[in-house]
């Protein structure tokens, strides 16, 4: 099961993040690869995070911010030991119940538009696709926002 997240797990969820992103074939390169213990504790401190744990090490993780009248969700990262057991959409259930506990009306996320799988996995998981965006010096859309609005 999720737990939260806690400053002490910032350098493994750092960790974590950086190997999972890493060798993502995306342009611009995905900013995830420079996550630092730093960065996510400042993360953390300005939101949260939910982490799966098994035999003491953090196989998969989320952050999470209030953000737009809704709560963002970035940085979903799970080992490449662990995928294709459901961690994700565990962790993504777990920042949807954050957002109701703290009465947010929906969940959003950016997503880059070659990651067809990760568009998929939102997709069965509830979200859709809203508005399509470019990174700054790119003329064709690189990433969509994705939404799902919670049940009140
Ligand atoms: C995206 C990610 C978080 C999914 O985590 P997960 O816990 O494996 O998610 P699921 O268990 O729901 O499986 C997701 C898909 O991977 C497939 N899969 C199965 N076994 C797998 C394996 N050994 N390795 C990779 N993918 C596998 C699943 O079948 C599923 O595919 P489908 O959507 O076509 O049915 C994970 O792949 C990851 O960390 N990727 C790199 C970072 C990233 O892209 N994060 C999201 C940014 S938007």
Redesign the pocket.
Same mark, same amino acid.
């Given at each position: 099961m999720p737990r939260p997240l806690t400053p002490a797990d910032a350098a493994a969820t750092a960790a974590l993040?950086r190997t999972?992103?890493a060798g993502?074939a995306v342009d611009p390169p @995905?900013s +995830?690869a420079r996550e630092t213990a730093a960065s996510i504790a400042a993360a953390l401190a300005e939101g949260g995070g939910f982490g799966v744990e098994r035999d003491g090490a953090l196989l998969?993780v989320v952050l999470w911010q209030p953000d737009q009248g809704g709560m963002y969700l970035g940085?979903?990262?799970?080992? @490449?030991t +662990?995928?294709?057991?459901?961690?994700?959409?565990r962790?993504l259930a777990a920042v949807e119940a954050e957002a109701r506990r703290r009465g947010l009306p929906r969940v959003h996320?950016?997503?880059?538009l070659p990651?067809l799988?990760?568009r998929?996995?939102?997709r069965?998981c509830g979200f859709v696709e809203t508005t399509l965006h470019a990174h700054e010096g790119h003329d064709q859309p690189t990433y969509c926002v994705m939404e799902k609005l919670l049940a009140p």
């Open positions: 993040i999972s992103f993502q @995905a +995830a998969g940085r979903l990262a799970v080992a @490449a +662990a995928r294709g057991q459901g961690l994700a959409p962790l996320l950016k997503v880059r990651l799988g990760n998929r996995l939102f069965r």
